[in-house]
């Protein structure tokens, strides 16, 4: 069983950065590929970013590209979304989540272990 906690969600003005974390329980977090999901309200959850076991591959969506970067560290059970140049639709409730495989995947139901959310909000 793996517990996620995200943190770092908060309100930024367009154009601001923030860093969210999430932090993982257990001692196997190398054998989990991590991703990062966000849900505006009415909207279904999307693929946002994504990262392999040993950081070897990440991807980012189209839609974020050039502004959002994935990261993990592996000694602290932790990964990293770090986000800049933010923008109004940017605001969205942001999920980490892991999947028991090397290699992440885009799907959500890809994913067995699920954070409970941090909430982006972006105003313009």
């Known amino acids: 069983q793996v517990q996620l906690v995200e943190s770092g969600g908060g309100l930024v003005q367009a154009g601001g950065s923030l860093r969210l974390s999430c932090a993982a329980s257990?001692?196997?977090?190398?054998?989990?590929?991590m991703g990062w999901f966000r849900q505006a309200p009415g909207k279904e959850r999307e693929f946002v970013v994504g990262?392999?076991?040993?950081?070897?591959?990440?991807y980012v969506a189209n839609d974020v590209k050039g502004r959002f970067t994935i990261s993990r560290d592996n000694a602290k059970n932790t990964v990293y979304l770090q986000m800049n140049s933010l923008k109004p639709e940017d605001t969205a409730v942001y999920y980490c989540?892991?999947?028991?495989?090397?290699?992440?995947?885009?799907?959500?139901?890809?994913?067995?272990?699920w954070g409970q959310g941090t909430q982006v909000t972006v105003s313009s």
């Open positions: 257990g001692r196997t977090f190398s054998s989990y590929a």
């Open positions: 990262i392999s076991g040993s950081s070897a591959s990440t």
């Open positions: 989540a892991a999947r028991r495989s090397q290699l992440f995947t885009r799907s959500s139901s890809g994913y067995d272990y």
